[in-house]
């Protein structure tokens, strides 16, 4: 006998529910490979219904991405994912929104759109494709490129100082701020899903390889035989430790970090810095997310990640506080309010 | 001018209709004294159009021309329909008021001017190298010299109230006076005091007693000859009540929102003059209004397009150069095709222009101004209380043909009000969303209705309606990515078609007029008022001319050639370099069309419309 009680189980969602019938179409051995995999691997681990999935994103490579998720996908225009995705986000609240966007696309013509979302703190997830270069274009320097570099448009080298993402992130007042590799799918997934689970703007820096304009950009921290000296992973509450057997470590010294081993020179755990993903102030995530080969490694993992009101929480607020104080409920009653007279 | 009675010693005299400017500095009041004169006449019956004329400075030095404040209202006992060319009756309440409004004053017209202003430093600053009073500047007008801020320092007397706040009384002295000439109540004005001054009685008393003082004033002096008397106007029944522009355009979306049960979404930069409809809609968020002030145009737009795309009603307003930044956003829209409404209130432009002036040039830019072939609907009011209507069919054919809207306004409309006799929004018309439907269990984004081309609405949240959208060019049905030739081809000619046919779905264009003038008149959007009011007097001595006034540009009306090729004169008056007569010209070769034009910030007069329309008579 049918007992009405039991509410039929939703097939939990797979990978496979999260891959559109679309070719892909990126430069075979492209990092973004490894992201879109990541991510369709990640989704089914939220609990959400896939029609909750929105996925937008403004110019570029990384910007296709939304046309591989068998999600709702909005392909928009240069620069501009984050507004929209901010659109999307308040017209519909319950909506997951990710917004996928390449260093050029949101640093360079979307840099205001970027901090501005980061700013209000709109509960939306920004993955940042950061390689370097600009690729659907082929080939000219980004706004991350390193001074130096040798580009279609700066072919003696580029004069420019370089953006540092976390460090723009933080300044506009991210509440979220984690760095993953293309080459570590395993770190990638799980800290896309703890940017979903985040509430506010949540921004994950992928270091992302180009393998046709910028080969190897990241090879410093992502090559196998680097990997050890000079990947720090870092957890909330966790000492700030790394090397093949965990015997160096980052130590705060006066106001500046530095690299220290473990039974050197009287080193013991206890000098290690913990990481404190929760503070509010920014100082420390900011020196970590600065950390860079050759003297120091690059951190990887969620390096800030605070709790402050989202915009759409504050909207939502604002409205059920003026409504319940509304002396009109209506467009008709709003028409009729104020000064009105009648001709008879 | 009609007949003349006995009023105690002074005569009375009717009049038709009448116009009267109050100008004085920024700080003055001069916006709250036109308003309490033009809703007292609008209790009293009369038919009345206003327009304030202030500067772009926030606070211009005191006493300088720059920063002069003024406000013009027409009253009359026939239908109203622009705040007038010329003054009757011209308040200037220092000599920088006189100085830059002595131009709208008509020869002839009365000049009440506040005498204790007019100090020999006051006098120069506003750039007058004599006083205007006694050098002759003033010779062919009626000058009333009132002390009006030492009387009303006088009359307020003994209250416990600073210099200053007494000195901001004699707006209200002006006004009283104001209220003893054209023969209308104190009671309203001083209803609205005690509500607006409810926590200081001080000020409350202070400003009924300015007021009244100069009423008594007006009564007692020689110096005014006569009570003007306006009837009151053949109004149509009902409730009314005064709407602006920008107002009105605020309301009818809302209004389309609520009918479509759609949450409003406005993404907003401040410009000016479009910011009101911000302000105004930020103030209704119990109403389910969301109001975005975005970092710049550009996200204003993306965020609206956002809020459509999740199914919400995305709307985006701003002036000429806030458009040309949002251009590429609103062709995503069109390669979208996802309803959108974009408010342009146009100022004279190009580049930041003048801000707070009135033009009509972006009727170039809402139709061609975005790259490759981008068809949208656009539209234009042309009342300040018909942005209303207009809003909301904005909203309506945006929605039901899934299309970009750009509905434009101007400095005129938007900042103009006139009494409106408000719709009960149940007689509104009924706005369908095409749903979205499965396709043998597919979706497919790019399905489209076969009367109107228009793809369905599926929106996030929706589950077995996942899809992907985007700029890209898309196969026809699937929406997915296509380089196609053919079909790019098919698809540029499709949404083409899709906005040609809103035609069928439009109103007509309609002549005013017996439709065999050896003139038609043709305007377009806000010089609806003195294009009308010109044509009209014209016809009532006789002369043969018609009027045609368009509210939908693109597409036209679908009678627009049938109209047109009736006449063998088509004179097209527009605030631009002919930018419509242009428009026209391309649809319709072989069609006669003239052109008249004007570039100066300011709206067309009756009286040089008039003369244009004579001329074009003549020969």
Redesign the interface.
């Given at each position: 006998m049918e007992n009405i009680i039991d509410i039929p189980q939703q097939k939990p969602l797979t990978k496979k529910d999260f891959e559109s019938d679309q070719l892909v179409r990126w430069c075979p051995g492209c990092g973004d490979y490894a992201i879109l995999s990541a991510m369709t691997n990640a989704l089914p681990q939220l609990n959400t219904p896939r029609e909750n999935f929105v996925f937008v994103s403004g110019i570029g490579c990384a910007a296709r991405f939304p046309y591989y998720m068998n999600t709702y996908g909005f392909h928009t225009i240069h620069g501009r994912g984050p507004a929209v995705a901010t659109g999307v986000k308040l017209a519909n609240p319950k909506l997951s929104v990710w917004e996928i966007q390449g260093d050029g696309d949101a640093l360079a013509i979307g840099g205001n759109h970027f901090i501005h979302a980061l700013r209000r703190n709109i509960d939306i997830n920004i993955i940042l494709f950061n390689n370097e270069i600009y690729g659907l274009t082929k080939g000219q320097y980004s706004p991350t490129s390193p001074a130096g570099l040798i580009t279609k448009s700066t072919p003696y080298g580029s004069v420019e100082r370089p953006f540092h993402a976390a460090e723009l992130a933080i300044g506009a007042q991210g509440t979220f701020y984690a760095r993953t590799i293309d080459t570590n799918p395993k770190l990638m997934t799980e800290i896309f899903v703890h940017a979903a689970k985040h509430t506010g703007t949540s921004l994950v820096e992928v270091l992302q390889n180009c393998v046709i304009f910028n080969d190897d950009t990241h090879a410093a921290v992502t090559a196998k035989e680097n990997r050890d000296d000079f990947q720090l992973h870092v957890k909330h509450g966790q000492p700030l430790l790394f090397g093949k057997e965990n015997k160096k470590g980052i130590r705060l010294n006066g106001l500046k970090l530095e690299v220290v081993t473990l039974g050197e020179n009287g080193i013991t755990e206890k000098d290690i810095l913990v990481h404190d993903a929760h503070n509010e102030d920014p100082t420390l995530h900011v020196m970590l997310a600065r950390l860079a080969p050759p003297h120091f490694p690059m951190v990887l993992g969620v390096i800030r990640e605070v709790r402050a009101k989202t915009y759409n929480e504050a909207l939502a607020e604002e409205q059920e506080r003026i409504s319940q104080n509304a002396k009109y409920h209506s467009v008709d009653d709003l028409l009729k309010s104020g000064e009105t007279w009648e001709i008879k | 001018m009609g007949e003349t009675a006995l009023n105690g010693n002074k005569t009375t005299k009717e009049l038709e209709k009448v116009v009267i400017r109050f100008a004085g500095d920024s700080g003055d009041g001069m916006q709250l004294t036109g308003s309490q004169f033009s809703?007292t006449s609008?209790?009293w019956?009369n038919d009345l159009a206003t327009f304030p004329d202030f500067p772009a400075e926030i606070r211009a030095p005191q006493g300088t021309v720059e920063g002069v404040s003024g406000f013009q209202v027409q009253i009359g006992k026939i239908e109203i329909y622009t705040p007038g060319d010329q003054a009757d009756v011209l308040v200037a309440m220092n000599p920088a008021a006189l100085k830059s409004n002595l131009q709208f004053a008509r020869k002839g017209g009365n000049i009440i001017v506040d005498l204790d202003a007019f100090s020999e430093r006051n006098i120069e600053k506003a750039g007058f190298t004599a006083n205007p009073l006694t050098d002759g500047t003033l010779a062919g007008y009626h000058v009333v010299e009132a002390p009006i801020s030492s009387l009303t320092k006088t009359a307020l007397a003994g209250l416990q109230l600073d210099n200053k706040s007494i000195m901001r009384s004699k707006n209200m002295f002006a006004l009283g006076m104001m209220y003893w000439l054209f023969d209308r109540p104190l009671s309203e004005t001083e209803k609205y005091i005690d509500a607006k001054f409810r926590k200081t009685p001080a000020l409350a008393e202070g400003n009924k007693r300015a007021l009244t003082a100069g009423f008594h004033y007006a009564e007692t002096i020689e110096a005014l000859p006569a009570m003007y008397n306006v009837p009151p106007a053949k109004?149509?029944?009902?409730?009314?009540?005064?709407i602006s522009g920008n107002t009105a355009t605020a309301?009818g979306l809302?209004?389309a929102a609520?009918k479509v049960g759609k949450?409003l979404?406005l993404?907003s930069y401040p410009i000016t003059p479009a910011s009101d409809i911000l302000h105004e809609l930020s103030r209704?968020?119990?109403?389910?209004v969301?109001t975005?002030q975005?970092?710049?145009e550009?996200?204003?737009v993306?965020?609206?397009?956002?809020?459509?795309?999740?199914?919400?009603l995305?709307v985006t307003t701003s002036s000429g150069p806030g458009i040309a930044l949002k251009g590429?956003?609103i062709n995503?829209a069109v390669m979208?095709e996802i309803p959108l409404v974009v408010v342009d209130v146009q100022r004279g432009g190009p580049s930041t222009g003048l801000p707070t002036k009135t033009e009509q040039a972006d009727i170039n830019i809402a139709i061609y101004g975005r790259n490759s072939e981008s068809p949208a609907v656009v539209l234009a009011a042309s009342t300040p209380a018909n942005c209303f209507e207009f809003a909301y069919q904005a909203v309506k054919i945006a929605v039901e043909h899934m299309t970009p809207v750009i509905l434009l306004s101007d400095g005129y409309l938007a900042n103009g009000s006139e009494p409106w006799?408000?719709?009960?929004?149940?007689d509104l018309p009924a706005i369908t969303i095409r749903e979205p439907e499965l396709d043998n269990g597919t979706y497919y984004p790019y399905n489209r209705d076969t009367e109107t081309l228009a793809r369905g609405w599926a929106?996030?949240?929706?589950?077995?309606?996942?899809?992907?959208?985007?700029?890209?060019e898309k196969q026809e049905k699937t929406g997915?990515?296509s380089y196609d030739p053919k079909n790019h081809e098919k698809m540029v000619r499709t949404r083409a078609e899709k906005i040609n046919r809103v035609a069928n779905y439009i109103p007509e264009l309609e002549v005013q007029g017996n439709g065999d003038g050896e003139l038609l008149v043709v305007g377009w959007g806000g010089t609806f008022g003195g294009l009308r009011t010109a044509v009209t007097e014209l016809q009532r001595t006789n002369r043969k001319i018609d009027f045609a006034h368009f509210n939908y540009i693109n597409p036209l009306p679908k009678n627009t050639k049938a109209v047109l090729e009736k006449y063998n004169k088509i004179l097209v008056c527009e605030l631009n370099l002919g930018q419509f007569a242009s428009l026209l010209r391309s649809k319709f070769p072989g069609i006669n069309i003239l052109s008249y034009t004007k570039i100066q910030g300011q709206p067309f007069l009756v009286t040089e419309l008039k003369e244009v329309f004579l001329e074009n008579l003549k020969d």
């Open positions: - | 809703f609008a209790l019956g109004i149509e029944k009902g409730i009314y009540r005064h309301w809302m209004a609520e949450k979404f993404g209704h968020k119990n109403l389910g969301i975005m975005a970092e710049d550009i996200a204003a993306c965020s609206a397009i956002g809020a459509s795309y999740a199914g919400q995305g590429e956003a995503l979208a006799k408000f719709p009960k929004t149940a929106v996030p949240g929706t589950p077995g309606f996942e899809h992907r959208i985007g700029g890209l997915n990515v």
